[in-house]
T-cell receptor
Framework: GDSVTQMEGPVTLSEEAFLTINCTYT??????LFWYVQYPGEGLQLLLK?????DKGSNKGFEATYRKETTSFHLEKGSVQVSDSAVYFC??????????????FGQGTTLQVKP | DAGITQSPRHKVTETGTPVTLRCHQT?????MYWYRQDPGHGLRLIHY???????DKGEVSDGYSVSRSKTEDFLLTLESATSSQTSVYFC??????????????????FGPGTRLTVL
């Protein structure tokens, strides 16, 4: 079945460093891809999304490009801030379920940014 | 803000007792979902609903049941709680689009979560 694999964390960076969190997927169809962020003690928030190959999603300085040839959707940010410290989840829409909107999540990557 | 609330936000219960978690939405969305979040597993789908009285199983449905008697409420019940059901439970609803310029693919929005501890 479809699946999502994220790089293991935690990822620890200094403020203003460049961030990459790797995400690869396995899917039989053409899923949409998402990044969600979870700040401490809160629910998940949609960070960005891409719905087809070569699309780039972007929001709040984060971006990710839907790469069909490498089945990847890596999250990047040029200069992280302490406020970016959170858990980041990569997800794909479950195309095998019809139009039900079900998502399959990766295991999450914890990012810690130090001043 | 998709207007999703969950109750209770925290609960401690004992093994073998029934537990019901409530998800309430204010904007008449058709699709609702229950997930559990556990370290190393991300979020896993328990059950979902695609309308009043229309529900289906997700990846980890054993030991859980759901009900949706009206559009705004989606209830998750643990008939006889076990320690393996200690987790954080999230409800979500599905909206089209989701970000400025977003395409038509449905996007999920999550409630604040319920932390359940089964002793």
């Amino acid at each position: 079945g479809d699946s999502v694999t994220q790089m293991e964390g935690p990822v620890t960076l200094s403020e203003e460093a460049f961030l990459t969190i790797n995400c690869t997927y396995t899917a039989t169809g053409y899923p949409s891809l998402f990044w969600y962020v979870q700040y401490p003690g809160e629910g998940l928030q949609l960070l960005l999304k891409a719905t087809k190959a070569d699309d780039k999603g972007s929001n709040k300085g984060f971006e990710a490009t839907y790469r069909k040839e490498t089945t990847s959707f890596h999250l990047e940010k040029g200069s992280v801030q302490v406020s970016d410290s959170a858990v980041y989840f990569c997800a794909l829409s479950d195309q095998g379920s019809g139009n039900t909107g079900k998502l399959i999540f990766g295991q999450g990557t914890t990012l810690q940014v130090k001043p | 803000d998709a207007g999703i609330t969950q109750s209770p936000r925290h609960k401690v219960t004992e093994t073998g007792t029934p537990v019901t978690l409530r998800c309430h939405q204010t904007e008449n969305h058709r699709y609702m979902y229950w997930y559990r979040q556990d370290p190393g597993h991300g979020l896993r789908l328990i059950h979902y609903s695609y309308g009043v009285k229309d529900t289906d199983k997700g990846e980890v449905s054993d030991g859980y049941s759901v009900s949706r008697s009206k559009t705004e409420d989606f209830l998750l019940t643990l008939e006889s709680a076990t320690s393996s059901q200690t987790s954080v439970y999230f409800c979500a609803i599905s909206l089209p689009g989701g970000l400025a310029g977003g395409a038509s693919t449905d996007t999920q929005y999550f409630g604040p979560g319920t932390r359940l501890t089964v002793l």
